[in-house]
């Protein structure tokens, strides 16, 4: 009977898992229009007098999304206020959603990520995560990965998409 071979397992077939580099952490959305007058009106004064008074440390390690669930117009100023105020405790503070805090946070990632042990191999970007990561985030690998790899592809070593092909 012959042996069953592990093709994959003996190929040169290297795999980037971008849910291995999921920036661990707490993650909330901080809605301003509770310093609002109505939820949408700045009053400047009253705006700085409810921020000093804010328990700020609650959000000690944890990344920020800064968002306003109201129609109101809000100067940038503000923003940049309330950024002074989480400094000192946040991983990192973001205007916007949570998801796009977390394309951002990858965005950082893999323009710092060292992808030169992928030169000239097949590479697989795995596809199932069980982390948000984002779709900006496979891409940004792929454009980073095809100035090295041999090759590019998507999935699983079993069922793979094929993307680029070093010519």
């Not at 804010?54 to 968002?67: G, H, P």
Request: a neutral charge; one cysteine or more; proline letters at 4%.
């Amino acid at each position: 009977m012959d042996e069953i071979v592990n093709r994959v397992a003996q190929s040169k077939l290297m795999t980037l898992d971008l849910e291995e580099y999921y920036p661990e952490g707490k993650r909330e959305e901080l809605d301003i229009s509770m310093w609002l007058y109505e939820g949408l009106i700045l009053k400047e004064k009253e705006f700085r007098a409810s921020l000093d008074a804010y328990n700020w440390e609650q959000y000690k390690d944890t990344y920020v999304a800064l968002t306003c669930s109201t129609d109101a117009i809000i100067p940038g100023w503000a923003h940049m206020l309330i950024a002074t105020k989480l400094e000192p405790y946040v991983k990192m503070v973001f205007n916007g959603s949570l998801s796009e805090l977390d394309t951002v946070l990858y965005k950082t990632i893999i323009s710092n990520l060292d992808v030169s042990k992928y030169k000239d191999a097949p590479v697989i970007i795995k596809g199932c995560s069980n982390k948000p990561v984002p779709t900006n985030a496979y891409l940004w690998a792929t454009l980073k990965l095809q100035k090295v790899a041999k090759n590019v592809m998507y999935g699983e070593a079993c069922s793979s998409v094929p993307l680029f092909k070093k010519k």
